[in-house]
């Protein structure tokens, strides 16, 4: 039996295939590599979410931007809100900010984004992607919430897909701020 | 209650432990009181795991969102219906639902076989409790549905709205049946194993088991079609994806297995084959488990990821290693006594037909792993879509279909030539004049022709086999051929069967053919316009709100009249939303006819007052053939349950008088 090729096809067969499915814990099938990463970010205006005011990403130029996609029905956008508003206080409101930080609210109601705003502290610029959802077709968001480093030139350097840590965005922007 | 509802699990899970060690000692010390000690644990732990379920169910019916499960899956303004059917809604609790009717199975098992399988029955029974303790385990240490929770939420997350459907109460448990089924006819392949009987017994035995969980399968997985096509809104209903996939696999293997056992049985042939089918077929139910559940692949409708993945990797790991080594050691034991005799046997295509299931099942298995595989390999991500699926799974398919209507006239052991051209010169002269009349009627596609010249063929020949048989029997018992019929029917159940179910094939493989004629377009229509579409005249009236159960639903009110300009329905595609979600969901609005089906989707309105609806339309021929699929399997499988081996019968009551006699 030892000398059968049968019986090694088999184990080696079914230890293959063991491995193959206990390397998948190691990996999340939903992380794909954003293609759009070392590519100019797409400019989009957004609207503030309070006094209408609105912003254009390439005036924003010069300084990295923190581009947070999220919704008010989103669990996982409550974890990351008290890490996005604490980064915004140390980097975004020192004079000048040496960060921006936006959050475009997809798929949600003005007032169910607000309502969340208040609930979470939230102060840097928040706004509401339009009906069609043009921003985040133009980024290619397909869950909330995704987080988008934008460095000083205007081009994605990082994606965070799924909630982010303050270690994470440290890392992040301590490297975008290095280079430029 | 819900410790009440854990204390039960916990107590189910010592009587399953007991009843997985105790058999072994019973057959060592030839003590048959530790068996039947074994055979009460496994009602003590039915009785104890439905108590669990119902302190689950009264839970959900009482919306107690203290416990986690119920709060998650559903919502005070759920119909009861869907309260109750988020029993098995959710990952939780369709592992509670698992091992209640796994401990239902387990029961009967132990009790049913308890004088016909003497031999094998005390390990039948240890194998189904170390299942049963395995999943206990899982759900008691990463999964448990009565979790309390910290602090009470007023109101739950309601049952995803897209799984509030008919068919997606009817779907999982189906699949769950089937998968479950399949563990019967392995635990007495592995008790077999363990104690070297290893004759026909078990695949005699275990018949109507697999019969049964392959019915199941099939009904989760047409029901699982048709859900998607109702539900999803995108106009077809099977994707390829790995959740259909994991599915789809064991029904393959199933498949396999249920047409090979006939050879083992008839030929005493393919005793190894048939013993690795039924391994790898159980193995997939696992295998199919732990993709939907352990998130290692993408797929759009896996449960959340959960902790479970690596548990369900050991089990499956233990399954495959426990069963192939078993194999191993016996395979002397299984060579065949008899050789094939000829080519041109009904054997031989069935061998054929099994080894293209199996490569059917192989090729979706390497699909579905695939991206993982490219990525543990060269670190790339990428996925496979259904053109691969397609590709391959097409053809091999298409061969299946031509070798059900061969398999039907071909003789065990040996067929003539001068029989197969016989048997074969009608269907295949049927064949061609059919489909080239079609071809005239409508548009030719290579495909669907092929299917449609294959479908004719296999009617053909199956009419004219129970013709035959039915006007024989007749003239013997100088009656009326529907006499004849009936008895024909009632004499070889299993055949005609059968063959019930082979005819059910020909309407699901007419159905997948009328998807190459779908017709998709969007339509933008203003209120009072009449657009031409097929067959049809759509004139769009206006937009209307209202209510169906929980959810509000947004319709545009589209009137469907004929060539004639006749009314002939009212359709409202709309879009509903939900109290607990906060997007709206597609509602398709669906006119069925027995040639095709409009079917409509409200993409969206313009206009102060709504004047202008988008709409996406399909024209689908032929699609709702493939769900009549499902009461003729069920008419044929209801025929194929009557049959017992005779032998088997015989033996058995035999062997019960035997033991009844001597236990006094």
């Known amino acids: ?180 | 209650m819900s410790d009440l509802g854990t204390i039960a699990l916990m107590i189910a899970l010592a009587a399953c432990l007991y009843g997985t060690v105790v058999p072994h000692l019973g057959v060592r010390t030839n003590n048959w009181n530790l068996i039947r000690s074994a055979q009460n644990a496994s009602i003590i732990s039915f009785f104890l795991i439905a108590i669990a379920s119902g302190v689950l169910i009264h839970a959900l019916v009482v919306s107690d969102f203290s416990i986690f499960y119920v709060w998650r899956n559903s919502s005070v303004d759920m119909p009861m219906f869907f309260k109750v059917t988020a029993f098995w809604g959710g990952l939780e609790g369709s592992l509670l639902f698992w091992i209640l009717v796994q401990s239902f199975f387990a029961m009967v098992v132990a009790f049913r076989y308890q004088y016909s399988n003497r031999e094998i029955i005390p390990y039948v029974i240890a194998t189904l409790n170390g299942i049963l303790c395995f999943l206990l385990v899982l759900l008691l240490g990463w999964s448990n549905p009565l979790d309390l929770q910290a602090t009470i939420p007023a109101e739950g997350r309601g049952l995803n709205p897209l799984l509030q459907h008919i068919a997606m109460v009817v779907h999982p448990p189906a699949l769950y049946l089937g998968f479950i089924g399949f563990s019967v006819p392995f635990a007495f392949a592995i008790a077999g194993m363990i104690r070297g009987k290893l004759d026909n017994e078990w695949v005699l035995t275990t018949r109507r088991w697999t019969l049964v969980s392959w019915y199941f399968l099939s009904m989760g997985l047409i029901l699982g079609g048709q859900w998607a096509y109702e539900e999803l809104g995108w106009g077809g209903f099977w994707a390829w994806d790995p959740v259909e996939n994991a599915a789809f696999m064991p029904w393959l293997t199933g498949t396999a297995f249920l047409h090979s056992v006939m050879i083992q049985e008839k030929r005493n042939m393919l005793k190894i084959w048939n013993v690795v089918l039924i391994i790898i077929t159980y193995g997939l139910t696992i295998i199919g488990t732990f993709l939907t559940r352990s998130g290692v692949v993408n797929s759009v409708h896996s449960f959340t990821q959960s902790e479970i993945g690596p548990a369900f990797l050991v089990f499956l790991a233990v399954v495959l290693v426990v069963g192939f080594a078993l194999l191993f050691r016996r395979i002397q034991m299984l060579e065949s006594e008899h050789k094939m005799e000829a080519v041109l046997c009904r054997e031989n295509a069935f061998l054929v037909q099994n080894v293209i299931f199996v490569g059917m099942a192989f090729t979706v298995l390497l699909g579905t792993t695939f991206p993982l595989l490219a990525e543990a390999i060269r670190g790339t991500k990428l996925s496979i879509q259904a053109p691969f699926f397609n590709t391959i799974m097409a053809p091999m398919g298409y061969v299946l279909f031509f070798l059900m209507g061969i398999g039907t006239v071909l003789a065990w052991r040996k067929s003539s030539k001068e029989s197969l051209r016989r048997n074969f010169q009608n269907p295949m002269i049927t064949a061609t004049v059919g489909t080239i009349i079609l071809a005239v009627v409508i548009p030719f596609h290579l495909e669907a022709f092929t299917i449609f010249w294959i479908a004719i063929f296999v009617t053909v020949t199956i009419l004219i086999e129970v013709g035959k048989a039915a006007h024989v029997k007749g003239k013997q018992l100088q009656a009326s051929p529907l006499v004849g019929l009936i008895h024909v029917f009632q004499r070889n159940q299993r055949r005609y069967g059968g063959l019930v179910i082979h005819l059910g094939v020909v309407l699901m493989f007419l159905g997948f053919a009328g998807t190459f004629f779908s017709e998709e377009r969007d339509l933008t229509l203003e209120r009072e316009e009449m657009v031409p579409l097929n067959a049809y005249y759509l004139k769009f009236t206006g937009v209307e709100q209202f209510q169906v159960r929980n959810a509000t639903h947004r319709a545009a009110i589209i009137e469907v009249y004929d060539q004639d300009k006749q009314l002939l329905e009212v359709m409202k595609p709309a879009k509903s939303f939900y109290p607990t979600q906060p997007q709206p969901l597609t509602e398709i609005a669906l006119r069925r006819e027995f040639l095709k089906d409009l079917y409509l989707i409200f993409s969206s309105e313009s206009g102060a007052d709504s004047e202008l609806v988008t709409i996406k339309t399909y024209v689908n021929p032929l699609v709702g053939w493939a769900w009549m699929a499902l009461p003729v399997f069920t008419l044929g499988i209801g025929i194929c349950l009557t049959y017992r081996p005779r032998s088997l019968t015989s033996r058995q009551e035999v062997l019960r008088q035997q033991y009844i006699a001597a236990e006094g």
């Open chain 1, 1 to 180: 039996m030892w000398k059968s090729w049968k019986f090694w096809t088999v184990w080696i067969a079914l230890g293959g295939l063991i491995s193959l499915f206990a390397f998948g814990f190691t990996t999340d099938p939903k992380k794909v590599p954003s293609p759009l990463i070392g590519h100019e970010a797409p400019n989009f205006q957004l609207i503030n979410l309070w006094n209408g005011e609105s912003v254009e990403l390439s005036t924003l130029r010069g300084k990295p931007v923190v581009l947070n996609f999220w919704a008010s029905w989103c669990v996982e956008c409550q974890q990351e809100a008290h890490i996005l508003e604490a980064f915004h206080k140390r980097y975004g409101e020192t004079v000048p900010p040496q960060v921006h930080v936006l959050g475009v609210a997809i798929q949600d109601k003005s007032e169910q984004a607000q309502a969340f705003a208040r609930q979470f502290h939230k102060t840097y610029f928040l706004g509401l992607d339009n009906t069609n959802g043009d921003i985040a077709l133009e980024y290619g968001i397909y869950g909330v919430p995704e987080t988008f480093f934008i460095d000083p030139q205007g081009k994605i350097r990082f994606k965070q897909i799924g909630g982010v840590s303050a270690e994470l965005m440290q890392e992040q922007v301590d490297e975008m701020l290095s280079q430029g």
